[in-house]
């Protein structure tokens, strides 16, 4: 008997329903400038009218270890909007607004249902970051994942006019650190997070905490740019606060944060205690409590918080910049 392809473990035919099956769902991202549909060898996309001169911003990522979270509560929907999260408050870091994100989504056999979980939690993505789904890829490995696991990637490309990129040069002594609240660890730290609350007695607590989805900060950003004074944004990712708000000073300027002036969650202190885990450490792998942080001009803070505001973020004053050696310094005693 002649061996098919579906006897090595791709159903083909069930692909295929499941990409025409997400029709309906994906039109929810869609934006005037998409020229396209769902199925095509490539995606089309017209540039948005309105920009002088425009420049596109591209970003990837993924979703981490936070994935074997969703595997063990066997709940796929927020990890869509993680992944959609990472790449567009990466991209609007330049003020760029997002235009269209793309997927790939790689299991060993295709569970329509586990899928369509994923795929909406992206849209809902989509939704929130005003970006168009406009493609993307489903790709059965059999043998290469463990049954009912699966690997996520995401692309986003953004535009922003020449003139108003956010590329950190102007930022100078005296500006100030406005930081926004994170929703919980995002999806940074998950190796150590998981070691630490899912290998003891009460590890089904954890799981909601845990798969809470990352904060999309785009209309917030757009909104404090639109409102001027905006020198540099820092999405607090792997790294956590120092090791991504570094990356936006220039030579010459330190930036000192005060952890007193925002709210820990109880999570970073179950993973402190239960880990037995060094402060510094701490601050290494996880945002903390802030997923993303402003650089502003001081006669423009006023302005910018109540923009942020208005886009439904909470902002707060967490610190400055300074004269000296490049560098993130924190207030001790606190934290």
């Given at each position: 008997m002649a061996t098919t392809y579906r006897d090595a473990g791709v159903d083909i035919e069930a692909g295929d329903a499941f990409v025409d099956s997400l029709g309906p769902i994906v039109r929810r991202t869609r934006r005037e400038e998409v020229l396209s549909g769902i199925g095509g060898f490539g995606g089309l996309f017209q540039v948005p009218s309105g920009y002088t001169d425009p420049v596109l911003v591209a970003g990837t990522d993924g979703v981490g270890?936070?994935?074997?979270?969703?595997?063990?509560?066997?709940?796929?929907?927020?990890?869509?909007?993680?992944l959609v999260a990472m790449?567009?408050?990466?991209?609007?870091?330049?003020?760029?607004?997002?235009?269209?994100?793309l997927d790939y989504f790689g299991t060993g056999r295709l569970d329509g249902g586990q899928g369509r979980q994923v795929v909406e939690?992206?849209?809902?993505?989509?939704?929130?970051a005003g970006c168009a789904l406009l493609g993307g890829e489903t790709a059965e490995l059999p043998g290469f994942y463990a049954k009912g696991e699966y690997d996520l990637a995401g692309f986003a490309v953004g535009v922003v006019e020449r003139d108003a990129i956010l590329d950190s040069s102007a930022v100078c002594p005296g500006d100030v650190l406005i930081g926004l609240a994170s929703s919980g660890l995002h999806s940074n730290?998950?190796?150590?997070?998981?070691?630490?609350?899912?290998?003891?007695?009460?590890?089904?607590?954890?799981?909601?905490?845990?798969?809470?989805?990352?904060?999309?900060?785009?209309?917030?950003?757009?909104?404090a740019v639109r409102?001027?004074?905006?020198?540099?944004?820092?999405?607090?990712?792997?790294?956590?606060?120092?090791?991504?708000?570094?990356?936006?000073?220039?030579?010459?300027?330190?930036?000192?944060?005060?952890?007193?002036?925002?709210?820990?969650?109880?999570?970073?202190d179950a993973i402190q205690t239960g880990g037995d885990v060094q402060e510094e450490e701490m601050r290494r792998a996880f945002n903390l409590g802030l997923g993303m942080i402003l650089i502003v001009e001081p006669d423009a803070v006023e302005g910018v918080m109540d923009a942020v505001r208005a886009a439904g973020e909470e902002p707060m004053r967490v610190g400055h910049v300074e004269s000296g050696e490049r560098a993130v310094r924190w207030i001790e005693g606190s934290g």
């Amino acid at each position: 008997m002649a061996t098919t392809y579906r006897d090595a473990g791709v159903d083909i035919e069930a692909g295929d329903a499941f990409v025409d099956s997400l029709g309906p769902i994906v039109r929810r991202t869609r934006r005037e400038e998409v020229l396209s549909g769902i199925g095509g060898f490539g995606g089309l996309f017209q540039v948005p009218s309105g920009y002088t001169d425009p420049v596109l911003v591209a970003g990837t990522d993924g979703v981490g270890t936070k994935l074997k979270v969703a595997f063990r509560a066997n709940r796929h929907h927020t990890v869509g909007i993680d992944l959609v999260a990472m790449c567009v408050n990466d991209i609007v870091c330049a003020g760029a607004e997002p235009l269209f994100f793309l997927d790939y989504f790689g299991t060993g056999r295709l569970d329509g249902g586990q899928g369509r979980q994923v795929v909406e939690g992206i849209v809902e993505g989509c939704v929130q970051a005003g970006c168009a789904l406009l493609g993307g890829e489903t790709a059965e490995l059999p043998g290469f994942y463990a049954k009912g696991e699966y690997d996520l990637a995401g692309f986003a490309v953004g535009v922003v006019e020449r003139d108003a990129i956010l590329d950190s040069s102007a930022v100078c002594p005296g500006d100030v650190l406005i930081g926004l609240a994170s929703s919980g660890l995002h999806s940074n730290g998950y190796s150590l997070a998981r070691k630490v609350l899912l290998e003891g007695p009460d590890a089904d607590r954890w799981l909601d905490p845990m798969l809470t989805p990352t904060r999309i900060y785009v209309s917030a950003v757009l909104a404090a740019v639109r409102a001027g004074g905006v020198r540099a944004a820092a999405h607090i990712t792997g790294g956590g606060i120092g090791g991504n708000l570094v990356r936006v000073l220039p030579e010459g300027v330190s930036a000192t944060v005060d952890p007193q002036c925002w709210e820990r969650l109880p999570i970073f202190d179950a993973i402190q205690t239960g880990g037995d885990v060094q402060e510094e450490e701490m601050r290494r792998a996880f945002n903390l409590g802030l997923g993303m942080i402003l650089i502003v001009e001081p006669d423009a803070v006023e302005g910018v918080m109540d923009a942020v505001r208005a886009a439904g973020e909470e902002p707060m004053r967490v610190g400055h910049v300074e004269s000296g050696e490049r560098a993130v310094r924190w207030i001790e005693g606190s934290g």
